[in-house]
């Protein structure tokens, strides 16, 4: 296969799973345990297409400019393409391609349900990492953004900008990430090293 690295990208995707499903002999990837993406096996156990979920426009331009790409091999020939594994299309298309599977596979979930694949809050924090986690707060997601440094009775700025006002599932889409809201909630006791570090990990959490 032209491609020996997809299997590596796709498992570094957050909260990515995958399985073999014997009777296709396909190799599955899931995110919130539906498939974006497939390495379809031969008999010989080599891959003779890679299928993934694709948005129905852009799937047909595609298929215009390559011909190795082709409508979804078994799967619905709009909303799924098929890659051959020994053709012209170039590696950064393809990992283009299997970014927007993943992107598009993740947003037919709510927000709500989103952040909870994802296991992020809506700034990309994973919570269970935070010294405060358990005894002190639940988490984000858990507390509709009502956590313990936020204003009381109120949801932390970031949250209540992201998810209550733009209804966005996090900041991930927002052309301003990150924002001025959140330098305001620099935690005061982090150095500027500290928070400038904090901040580049978040952004990387939400856009990978």
Known sequence: ??????DEYLMAKRS?????QKDWNWIRYHIGG???AAICLG???EPYYITMKCD???GDFLRQQYEDIIPGYYMNK???NSVKPDGAVQDDLMRRMLDEAYRLQLASFSGKKQREILALSACGTDCQKCGCYGEMCQGCNALNGKVFHAPKGKACPIYHCAVNQSKF??????EKLPCDIWKATKDPSMTDEAFAANTAE???NLIG
């Open 1 to 6: 296969m032209k491609y020996p690295w997809i």
């Open 16 to 20: 990515v799973t995958k399985d073999l």
């Open 34 to 36: 539906k498939m974006f």
């Open 43 to 45: 008999q010989d156990d």
């Open 56 to 58: 129905p426009v852009e």
């Open 78 to 80: 709009q909303n799924w």
């Open 169 to 174: 599932a996090n900041c991930a889409r927002c």
């Open 202 to 204: 978040r952004v990387k």
